[in-house]
């Protein structure tokens, strides 16, 4: 069996639930990193003092010190650890108060524990955790400003779709899908991969509908340039724009818009093709 | 992305365990048919039960690595597809091009000569 060996990192849980701590403990012992625990904010601090953390797997709900305000002083550090949010307090409001104190990602409680192995190895994955600036933090308009990096882009959608999570299963499950192609799509072809550019993300919920907006640095697209996209192809010949692709020494894929425009109601962009809006209505 | 790779006679059964996503589990997938084809083993079937996660750059691939088995007289048929999955083949219209399967058996039938398809 192919498979990625897996790197050791040094991983700190804080969590009142004593239960909880070794669970995780032991699945990511088990998986090969150096865990650590710490009952309450004023410990986990202490231990913060001390450095040498990769990844620190923090509730929010913590007796003393709460878990937001370990978040901050984590960041603040000199070598600051990734830091991923453990909550049954699922409100926007905290949600982006966690993401606006540059928490790397968020988790609902309860999860299955053996999801914090995956968790954990995409923590691990990922380069230092570059910083998201949070522009507006109403739950009813979130905007986010972010690197052009998929790493960024995992982290982003990651958040955006805990926002919605009160919406029916399909609805989440669709939006979650054409906000990741089409912020994958502004990441790397407008803003070319470059952790320089930014791209500028607005999550707006209405009564009625959810309306996201893209906002990438690049110059935009062609619409009559998109033979490298299934998008473009005769209906005869659904796997031309891959062959094009090949021709075009361009990656596997060109699938992204045509999966979109199936997913959502409305997807609408600007002149230049450089700002995307799609709509959910929500029935 | 863990990929479990099984002989059944002269096809080649993958049995993929994680995310196809974009940068991420697509190169395994890719290199793993790659070797395959050149190895002259040209039978593929790619089981996707345990695919958690799959996005356009997954799904294109799988469409890439189709035409490579394809242009050396093979092909790679597709086995347990999520309702997830299942839906994304459908929007993108590769459900009338690929040859989807539930079961194995009929799966590793199908490359019988004059087996009927599925």
Known sequence: ?283 | MRIAERQVGDVTVLELEGRLILEEGEFPLRDCVDRLVGEGRVKIVVDLRKVTRLDSAGVGMLVSKYLTARRKGGTVKFLHLTARADELMHVTKLAGVFEIFDSEEEALRSFTPGAAQA
């Open chain 1, 1 to 283: 069996m192919a498979a990625t060996t897996r790197p050791r990192r040094h991983v700190l849980i804080v969590d009142d639930d004593r239960a909880l701590r070794h669970v995780l403990a032991s699945l990511l012992a088990d998986a090969g990193h150096v865990v650590e625990q710490a009952g309450d904010g004023h410990e986990a601090l202490r231990r913060l003092e001390t450095g040498g953390l990769d990844v620190v797997l923090l509730d929010i709900g913590l007796p003393g010190v709460s878990g937001l305000d370990v978040l901050t002083r984590a960041r603040a550090s000199a070598s600051p650890p990734i830091v991923i949010m453990m909550t049954s307090d699922d409100t926007p409001e905290t949600l982006l108060s966690a993401v606006r104190r540059q928490a790397w990602r968020f988790l609902r409680k309860p999860f299955a524990p053996s999801a914090i192995v995956e968790v954990i190895d995409d923590a691990v994955a990922a380069s230092a955790a570059m910083s998201i600036e949070v522009v507006s933090a109403r739950p009813e308009w979130v905007e986010i400003v972010a690197p052009c990096t998929l790493e960024i882009s995992d982290r982003i959608q990651s958040f955006v779709m805990q926002l919605d999570a009160d919406l029916p299963v399909q609805v989440r499950e669709a939006v979650a899908q054409a906000f990741r192609e089409l912020l994958n799509n502004a990441i790397e072809w407008g803003g070319r991969l470059d952790p320089a550019r930014k791209v500028r993300i607005s999550c707006l919920r209405a009564k009625r509908l959810l309306l996201y907006r893209i906002a990438d640095p690049g110059d935009g697209f062609d619409i009559d340039k998109l033979r490298h996209c299934a998008i473009a192809n005769p209906v005869d010949a659904p796997l031309q724009h891959a062959i094009v692709r090949e021709e075009q020494g361009l990656r596997p894929g060109g699938l992204g818009l045509m999966m979109t425009q199936s997913l959502v109601d409305e997807l609408i962009y600007n002149e230049a093709r450089n700002e995307v809006v799609f709509i959910k209505y929500l029935d």
